[in-house]
């Protein structure tokens, strides 16, 4: 059950908030949809419910708000817009990184994918999926935790027909086993049939809160769409007829030449344009509309997306050859003319247009509450349709055999069986993310070749032009450069660890867009270390065999420092490698993150250097040695040499600069990551 209290979203500038004082309940075992037009607020109240956004107000899963909740991706199942997945990775490593990251067996992406249907995909690249694919794969994705709540942002929108009754069932199957179904859509017609509670939303404010028989009897209004080439004309007439004949009919100007029809029929329409010689070009009765001051863009946006989707279903539903031309003799000779597309609802003149659902809900609601409901038995048997739908498919053969290979897509399948998932005390599950993230994408791969690529090349030229020390030679560090290309690259990495997850938030369903836990961070830089060392390491050994095999074996040689010099190059690329993943933790941006590792050559460095070589009265001269005496009882076993070592390092101004810098932003990180707690 669903909670949502007082939402009110923060106001910007002199604007009026989006989201004011929003309170509804969203009960279990039930589907609730939020209705209204572009700007209605329907996708800010979701982000306040799931704060994502600031703003006031409260919102209860269950009884409990979700930063009380301590894994909310196993509570509460979201899909936003598109699925925010990396477009380069395939569609199971997506859902398998999820599985790591909310703590579930790597075998149930495999189980997700059976019951979404794209088994036969998993192996495709996100980028290469189409919209109705993208929409699977995002129910895949809110299923994957066996949520009890699923919270879905227009999860229809630019689907078929039959996509979108594949979708309205698996929403089905879920309540039917005592689940939470919130979903927000723009059209009124679909709300009626799919849900079972509608609460309409206007201008930021809950303006209606119905049971869904109640919202299509009251809010629903049935109409006559009507086209004609002389739609001015026809307006006027009817108009006149009804003052003449004390009728209350309303009649609204749509764009081009189109006429909405309220409180009329197909019948007494088509009489008035015979008698006056009118042609008609359509003559429909339609349901979906909440009144004539309703949203022309949104009427205007479903023709087109029905006319683009599909132009030949128009013709084919109820009249199989039927034409325009045809409508238009129907219309001369006064009958009625009665037309069903995938968005319209059929009616006659004598039986109110939303009488039918009515009907069949109140019959469906012994059993499971709203339209094609379902037992657990029979969820995997044929759909129930309505009353429309059977009509259309009995008396149309041309749509029932275009339906035919479809036939799969309306057999509902099992849900994923129910799981259990027990809480983790270390960050194991974080690391296996991180490790199923980094080789998911062929990033990382080709960044460190990259980098192996230029490193060698750098060091043959540096030394076929000479006076390059050897330590910098075998690094491929020119001295023009601030950092090597391994520095770089593995800046970079790091960079890419937190970029990513900012330009797509694959865990945005737990908080905000990134989450900010410490085990994730502890993830992050344990693997990013790891892949610094190993480019470090690939680094020297490439360096090192291009100039054996090119110059031969004396600029191969190791020098005798090689253990200091190897923890200096090891600290540097390590070094690099955690300010990137801060700095773009911190920012949230990759680029913002390689900027910091650049930063601390270019600007860090030189000021370190100001501080040391300025004029001071004492001097650190002797500093390791007293380090030496002072740990000596200590560490009887040479243990003072890595601290000596250690001390070394951090005084190099490159190495200063750098202990200086990570200090800062692990800093800031853990300060911004508290006051987003407290907040």
Known sequence: MIQAIGLTSDPRKDLPPAVDDVSFEARAGRVTALLGGPGAGKTTVLRLMLELQRGRGVTYFRGRPLHRIA????????????????????????????CAA????????????????????????????????????GLACALLTDPHTLVLDDPTSGLSTREKRWMH????????????VLLTTPDPKEAARTADQVVTLERGRVVADQEAADFARTRLRPRVAVRTPHAPRLATLLTKEARATHRSVEVVRESGNRLSV???????????AFRNGIPVHQLADEVGDMGPRASATADRSADEARADVAPQRKAAVSRPEGSREQAATRARSGGPTRTTDAGTATSSATESATSTPVRKRRQRSVTAPGTEARTPQARSGDRQRTEPEAEASDTTPRRRAADAPSAELDALPELPPPISVRPAPSPLRPLRYELRRAAGVGTGFVTCGAVLLVSAVTAVLLARVGH??????????????????????????????????????????????????????????????????????????????????????????????????????FGLVVGCAWAGVLAAGLFRSTTAG??????VPVAVVPVVQKIVEGPSVRTAAGFPLRIRELLLNQWPFGGERYVEAAARLIAQPVGGALTLSLAALLGAFFFTTLRGKVR
């Open 71 to 98: 894994h909310p991706s196993r509570e509460v199942g979201v899909l936003l817009g598109d699925v925010p997945g990396h477009p380069a990775r395939t569609v199971r490593g997506h859902l398998r990184m999820l």
């Open 102 to 137: 909310a703590g579930v067996p790597a075998r149930r992406a495999d189980e997700v994918l059976e019951v979404v249907g794209l088994v036969s995909l998993r192996d495709e690249r996100l980028s290469t999926l189409s919209r109705g694919m993208d929409r699977r794969l």
């Open 169 to 180: 069932g698996m929403l089905r199957a879920h309540v039917a086993h005592g689940g939470t």
């Open 262 to 272: 309220y409180g009329s029929t197909c019948a007494d329409v088509g009489e008035t």
């Open 468 to 569: 390059t020390p050897r330590p910098r030679l075998m690094a491929g560090w020119p001295q023009q450069l601030p950092l090597p290309p391994a520095a770089l690259g593995a800046g970079l990495l790091g960079a890419l660890a937190f970029g990513d997850e900012f330009r797509h938030p694959a865990l945005a369903a737990d908080r905000g867009s990134v989450p900010r836990r410490l085990g994730l961070l502890a993830a992050k830089l344990l693997v990013t270390t790891a892949t610094a060392l190993l480019l470090a390491v690939l680094t020297l050994g490439c360096d090192i065999e291009m100039l054996y095999l090119v110059y031969g074996r004396e600029l191969a040689e190791v020098p005798s420092d090689w253990l200091s010099l190897t923890a200096s190059w």
């Open 594 to 599: 390689l900027a910091a590792v650049v930063a």
